[in-house]
């Protein structure tokens, strides 16, 4: 029989990987044994055929005719490989019993700890019956003490013979063998509680995967739902944001009616409070009726009014309005009145390709350009006009006699050409309509202005609609009122939009008209001033000493204001209790102060409000 290595069995066994392992090479190093002892005997017997090797299938591995059971060298081997196996099991109970610090727990306790959290109360009762774990008491698992050589152990013997059923217990002491095997069986155990901890760990890690690969399945289905909930959280918003600055909206109405009312009140109050006496004056006749209206035409204050009540000064023009005045100016010069007769003024032939070229890099360069417009019906109102200088940019300049190159000139350049231009003949009567364009353009804005709320309101809706015939304002809604109630100023108005087209020759393209046209439809929705976007609103961020007229305070507001703009007070009610005038504006906000106290009885808070209108 060949002989199988002793230490690498036991070795095998002091790896403590598998307790079955640790059995069977402990069974492995028992029939070494039995076949040294087997072959010792055999070198003592006399006979030369007792030298031959004995097969153990075939003959018992100990000889009746010889007991010598070898010497100590083969047995002290197994007595040393079962100490290094007893140091390998406690250094691995004491990794898994002992904490890494003071304070910290077990991984056996962590793990216990782990499998309690996240097992059903009753799946984790029954690993813990399984384990041998008793609810409440210590932990018992890797407890079971190893066998040490010389200790006392009881085994069962035979059966007792007044008790069949009963065996009878023998005290013996452990022996190098006993003792590896007594090893064997406490690792057996301690493998067996390590794995069922194992198989629960993995049960557990299979049902959090699962729960993982549902919350990720449920994430991506959020993820896909976001934008549109976005888009409809969007909505929402502007919805409330509408909806809650209505009342804003209603409130500068009603100050702007307010006044009116209160300035009717004043002149009534002086014409009856101013009379010192009584005078009697002897008529024929007292009209019971309403007086007609003045049938004259309104006449002019000076030659160089633009139309009776509109003066030809300079006036300040809305930031606001910028870029669709620009469009305005962009209209080429053979669609004005005063310059479509004067193309053969234009220059030369290389001057005049200096001022096409010219034009053209700047109608590139602001097609290139964002226009800074706030949001609402006027940006679709840009569009159009973005749309409209990229048709005039398009315009052919390529022509072989000089009065063809001239006409196409006349078709492409704009005011601002003629201004910057060589020829004086043209220079003038540019600056001319250049100057009486910006006044008329500030002029109809205040005129807007002046009309009531309503009427602003109603012709706002269908100027953004574009159901509004802006070139004859005789035909807008409610324009029968507006006459009743300030029939000059009405007058006044038609005038003034009657002269604004007539500006522009009788032959006009389609592009100029509708720039015309949509500057005055930017005015009618620049003048109500009902997108809640566009309005002035805050709240106050520093509160004054006193509230009282000219204290100081800082607010906090949605846009940057201009100086001069007027703001109202609102407290938590929605009340109006007083008036501020904005001073300035830095990084820390704005600094207002209080021009109108009404309601003194009012305490200020953080929480109040302000709103207003966009500009001065």
Known sequence: MAQIPLNSLLQSATNLNLGSQLQTAAMAAELQMNSMIGETAKQTAPTPAAAA??????????SKAADSYGVMRHIDPVRDHFLNARVGIETLRRIALEGVGSKSR????????????HLPE??????????GIEKGAPTTLLKKALPTLGSKFRIPLREKPEAPNAVELVEVEHNTHSALFGAGAVISDDIRSIEALRLALINVRRRQQKALADAQADLAEIEARIPGEQDRLGVLERTRSESLDDYLVAQRVLVDHWRSVEEAHRQRRRVIERNVGLFYVKQRETPLTQTLPDPLELRFASADDLVPGCANRATPLAEELEPFMQAVLDIPVADWAMLHELSHLLPSRTRLERMVVARRQRVALRLGETAVVPA?????IVAQNRALLGDLAGRPFAASTMRELQLQGHLILALEDLLAGPVPLLREPARALHQRLDAAAGCLLARLRSISPSLRLAWARAAEADRLAVDTPEQWPGIALAEAADFNGIRTLAELVAWWFRQLHAEAGGAARTAMRNFVRACLLLAVGDDPEELLHGQLRTLPGRFRVGEALRLELNRVPSPGAELQLVDDRQRVIGLLRVDD???????????QVLDASASLSTSFRVSGARKA
């Open 106 to 117: 077990s991984l056996l306790q962590r793990v216990e700890d782990y499998l309690k959290k």
């Open 53 to 62: 090797a004995v097969d153990p299938l075939v003959q018992p591995t100990f």
């Open 585 to 595: 504006h830095d990084a820390n906000g704005t600094l207002a102060s209080i021009t």
């Open 122 to 131: 009753a799946e984790y009762l029954a690993l813990m019956s399984q384990l």
């Open 376 to 380: 609402g019906a006027l940006q679709g």
